[in-house]
């Protein structure tokens, strides 16, 4: 029961890193911009809590995917902006290209007929 | 980096919280702005938003651990689950950290014996600088010429010179043999130590012979002597019957120069007439009993010490030709009485170091191949963990981890099982009448080294694994199963079988080197001796230190052999100054009185014991001409010896030498041969055969008397009966060395018990380690191939093709192995000729065998796996993926 509970948390970690990479890779943005960036971009399919993203970015900062600087929001708020860092762009390409290879590879199993086994 | 990063959070911490408050708040106030915009509330907005955000403290509480996690914690994590992966195999991880302990244990358990040996220095004042000076000939000097090097070496802020010797040691109750150093005065100054109580003897202290009665005490003997208390300075003791004052206390740690040998007391050298009764020798110029060892002065270097000790060496020379001509100095180390026995001593402790480092690399590429196994079967689970966003780094610190988190519970483990076995090393005692020891105490270096090799054990077995996995293919590993296609099958086994092939090739030497051991072992037992120690019992007494004049002494000799043989059962009974292969043996020099004019120390040697008639024929020496000693060789009649084969050929270059004369040297009286025996060993088992010449006791004296006591069958009850008789004729005098012969010899047979004993474990260790390997490979190949199987036997495959399939690889494999371990073998022959005794390195007939013997092994390891391949259902094999 345990276990199973950390391999989704792993699941859902993983591909929440994976999506805030690519909201941040379309440009400077503030923790609640990436959020609604997340939501357009998945068709708002990502059910979590708001709050919960955030401790996501503070790990993306820390392995130096991001990088943060304060600025002032489109209303004239003190903002904390995220950027992705060059460390970050190669970790979102390789996670893009396994991401995909291992949609591929479902989409290959899932259609694989009882004679090609 | 990280480090920094850490320190940074925790002095800034708090504005990394003001900092993370104002980014929160600025989220919530964004989404209500948003919510208020759809037309919601203020209130509702913000009720809302504060649902849609979720636990504030829960976040803010993650984020700061995203934020503080470092390396640290990566590694807590990657712990936690490397063990938890290790308790899902419990049998994987057991074997694993079995064999690894076994590996570790043994290797740090030698290390430490050949750290304490070799590498600890002593505890002297700046020992880098303490030396031991030797002839290229020899460790020993004699005392007038030790003199001339105290004097007037240069070089040198001090020479000491000093001797092992024997005594007996009176301090109430019965008189005790007690081994000693003789030591001159200025031997604790030049060494540079303090004494753990009371004062040391200085030079000014060991200035007239027989002048000097001080004793200086060992640790261990204060402590069981006199119970450690601080009245036992100035104390009066009686040694040989001679009262001596205790002045000080030797410190807990110094036990001597001598790494082996454990004095219980140190005495002036002044007292050596006293001490070795009846053997004076302080003014001998061709008596070499002295050792010397000298503290550098500052700033000489051991090349200029020695031009200084070679200039004085010369003018001995010059002044006494014939007995210091070619006498060259040189320096060695201190701990093993020069050189001679060092470098036998390092080469033998290096050598097992060299066989047990390879048992340990056995169990590095056994694990390493079940390790590869283990990541190959995990192939499906990496993918996953890749593909959900684990980086490759990762995936490696993660797998990397667990070879560690095995190697360190291994190297736990075994820095258990070699303190155990240091503890029990040091705790040993030889069973011969000599305090020798080796005092292994387990430290910090055997705690650093255990740690170092474990992390090298870790990072061998598992880095190649864990960078294996990290090329998983992401593809075919989620599609199904690797099995699928055969041609990748081949090359991921590659790095596999390169480890079965060293495996079996180490595993191959080790089991060549054991069995090779264990048969020079067998053939030294049953090698002819030269004697019969059947049947024989010995008990020795030191009349000399006992106060008995000459003349009492050969009475006392001669009344105790009669005593002796009036015991039940005894069928002869004779006596000696000291036996072959006993520790006791003397060396002299000698020559032809026909063909003089050999000179100084390059003169022959001979092994010499002293005997009394019948001697010879108790020990069932066979003689193969003339005659033996009897009661007429006495004082009054010309000097007459018995000498062995060896001593003829080299003495007098004949097989027949009886009629021949020879002498100690130029002014000593010729010594006629009256009979000729075989040769036998005299110092050591692995000896060559050796020279020596038998004189009779009765034509000189020699106050030690060793007792030989040939009996009808093996009586063990023997030697206390003989002790009674002693005791009955003498009761003060202390009786030594009682016992069967037959035991005494495992003195002799000592360091090849120890080599054939290590050998063995080793030799089977690594047997094992290779039988599962060999196992776990066709175990694992067996079972991806299960399938193919099927399909094969579905086509109607033959059982002979199935095998050939399962068997034809494995078969290569362990023959490239055997062959690579052939060529090892030989290479490492001149290491392992140090640490085996054989006469016949290259025995073909046994080369073959353990051949044969590994390749049977293999295949029955082999066996169970292969039968299940043959056995395979196709229908489930095809169902089951």
């Known amino acids: 029961m345990h276990r199973k509970d950390n391999k989704s948390a792993e699941l859902l970690q993983g591909t929440l890193d994976l999506l805030v990479l690519k909201a941040v890779s379309l440009g400077k943005m503030h923790g609640y911009g990436i959020l609604l960036r997340i939501e357009q971009i998945s068709g708002g399919s990502l059910d979590i809590e708001q709050g919960a993203l955030y401790p996501a970015l503070y790990r993306l900062e820390r392995q130096g995917m991001l990088a943060t600087e304060w600025g002032t929001s489109e209303n004239n708020r003190k903002a904390k902006y995220y950027i992705l860092t060059s460390r970050g762009r190669v970790q979102l390409k390789d996670e893009e290209r396994s991401w995909s290879r291992l949609v591929e590879a479902i989409g290959t199993a899932l259609k694989a007929r009882p004679n090609e086994v | 980096m990280f480090r920094f990063l850490h320190w940074r959070s925790l002095f800034r911490r708090d504005r990394f919280e003001s900092e993370m408050a104002d980014e929160f708040a600025f989220h919530l106030q964004a989404r209500i702005d948003d919510l208020m915009r759809t037309g919601l509330s203020p209130q509702e907005a913000e009720r809302r938003a504060r649902l849609e955000f979720g636990g504030k403290e829960r976040y803010r509480a993650e984020c700061r651990e995203s934020h503080r996690v470092h390396w640290l914690d990566e590694l807590g994590r990657n712990i936690r689950y490397a063990l938890r992966s290790l308790r899902r195999t419990p049998a994987f991880s057991l074997a694993a950290i079995l064999s690894l302990a076994l590996g570790i244990g043994i290797n740090t358990f030698i290390f430490s014996v ?334 650093a080294f255990a740690a170092a090799i474990t992390l090298v054990t870790g990072l061998l077995f598992g880095l190649g694994p864990a960078l294996r996995s990290s090329r998983t293919d992401l593809n075919p590993s989620l599609k199904g199963n690797a099995g699928i296609s055969l041609l990748k099958t081949k090359h991921r086994f590659a790095v596999r079988d390169l480890l079965l092939v060293g495996q079996v090739a180490v595993c191959f030497v080790l089991v060549f080197a054991c069995i090779l051991s264990l048969q020079g072992l067998q053939r030294a037992i049953t090698q002819p001796l030269g004697f019969d120690p059947q049947n024989v019992t010995t008990a020795a007494v030191e009349l000399g230190s006992a106060g008995y004049s000459e003349a009492q002494g050969k009475l006392f000799q001669q009344r105790l052999a009669e005593s002796l043989r009036s015991l039940p059962g005894v069928t002869s009974v004779a006596y000696a100054n000291s036996l072959p292969l006993s520790v006791d043996q003397s060396t002299t020099s000698v020559e032809s009185t026909e063909e003089p004019g050999k000179t100084g120390r390059r003169r022959a040697q001979a092994n010499y014991y002293e005997v009394s008639p019948g001697l010879l024929p108790t020990l069932r020496v066979p003689l193969l001409r003339g005659r033996d000693f009897n009661e007429h060789d006495n004082a009054h009649a010309p000097l007459v010896a018995v000498v062995n084969e060896s001593f003829a050929r080299k003495i007098f270059n004949t097989n027949d030498p009886i009629g021949k004369t020879f002498r100690y040297g130029p002014q000593s009286p010729p010594i006629q041969v009256i009979g000729l025996v075989r040769d036998g060993k005299y110092v050591s088992l692995t000896e060559a055969p050796d020279a020596a010449f038998f004189g009779c006791i009765l034509q000189t004296y020699n106050p030690t008397t060793t007792l030989v006591v040939r009996s009808l069958t093996s009586a063990a009850a023997l030697a206390p009966q003989i002790a009674k008789r002693i005791r009955a004729l003498d009761p003060k005098l202390p009786v030594y060395g009682a016992g069967n012969l037959e035991s005494m010899l495992g003195f002799a047979m000592f360091p090849m018990r120890a080599a054939a004993l290590a050998l063995s474990a080793f030799g089977a260790l690594a047997l094992l380690l290779t039988v599962t390997g060999i196992y776990g490979l066709v175990d694992y190949s067996v079972v991806r191939r299960t399938r193919e199987f099927g399909i094969r036997i579905a086509v109607g495959a033959r059982a002979f093709e199935l095998l050939r399939l399962m068997l034809g690889r494995l078969l290569v494999l362990v023959s490239v192995g055997l062959a690579v371990g052939v060529i090892l073998a030989f290479a490492a022959g001149a290491a392992l000729s140090a640490v085996i005794y054989t006469t016949s390195p290259t025995n073909p007939i046994l080369l073959v065998g353990v051949l044969l013997a590994l390749l049977v092994s293999a295949l029955l390891a082999s066996w169970k796996p292969v039968l299940r391949g043959l056995r395979v259902n196709p229908v489930s094999a095809l169902r089951c993926e």
């Open chain 2, 114 to 447: 050949f750290d304490s040996l070799v590498l600890k220095p002593l505890p002297i004042k700046d020992p880098a600088r303490v030396t031991f000076i030797e002839t290229t000939t020899g460790n020993t000097h004699s005392f007038p010429d030790y003199r001339e090097f105290r004097d007037r070496a240069k070089a040198f802020s001090g020479i000491a010179g000093y001797r092992i010797s024997v005594m007996n040691f009176e301090h109430g109750g019965e008189p005790n043999r007690m081994w000693c150093y003789l030591a001159t005065g200025n031997y604790f100054d030049v060494l540079g130590i303090r004494p753990a109580a009371g004062r040391f003897f200085h030079q000014q202290d060991d200035l007239h012979p027989g002048a000097s009665p001080y004793a200086v005490l060992s640790y261990t003997t204060w402590q069981t002597r006199f119970a450690g208390s601080p009245q036992a300075i100035g104390a009066t003791v009686r040694i040989n019957g001679l009262s001596y004052t205790v002045l000080g206390v030797a410190p807990k740690e110094f036990h001597g120069t001598e790494m082996f040998y454990w004095p219980e007391v140190w005495l002036p050298m002044m007292m050596q007439p006293q001490v070795e009764v009846g053997n004076a020798w302080l003014e001998e110029r061709a008596e070499w009993n002295t050792m010397m060892l000298g503290r550098l002065k500052p700033g000489i270097t051991s090349v200029q010490a020695t031009g200084d000790l070679n200039r004085i060496a010369d003018d001995l020379a010059r002044q006494y030709p014939l007995i210091d001509k070619d006498m060259h100095m040189r320096l060695a180390e201190l701990g093993f009485m020069g050189s001679s026995l060092r470098e036998p001593v390092e080469a033998f402790a290096g050598g097992v170091l060299l066989l047990a480092s390879l048992v340990l690399l056995t169990a590095c590429s056994n694990l390493a191949g079940l390790m590869l196994a283990r990541v190959t079967d995990r192939q499906q689970e990496l993918a996953i963990r890749v593909s959900i966003g684990a980086g490759r780094l990762r995936i490696v610190s993660q797998l990397l981890t667990e070879s560690l988190v095995l190697a360190f519970l291994g190297g736990i483990a075994g820095c258990a099982l070699s303190v155990t076995a240091c503890k029990l090393f040091s705790g040993w005692h030889a069973p011969v009448d000599f305090p020798v020891q080796i005092a292994v105490n387990p430290d910090w270096r055997l705690l």
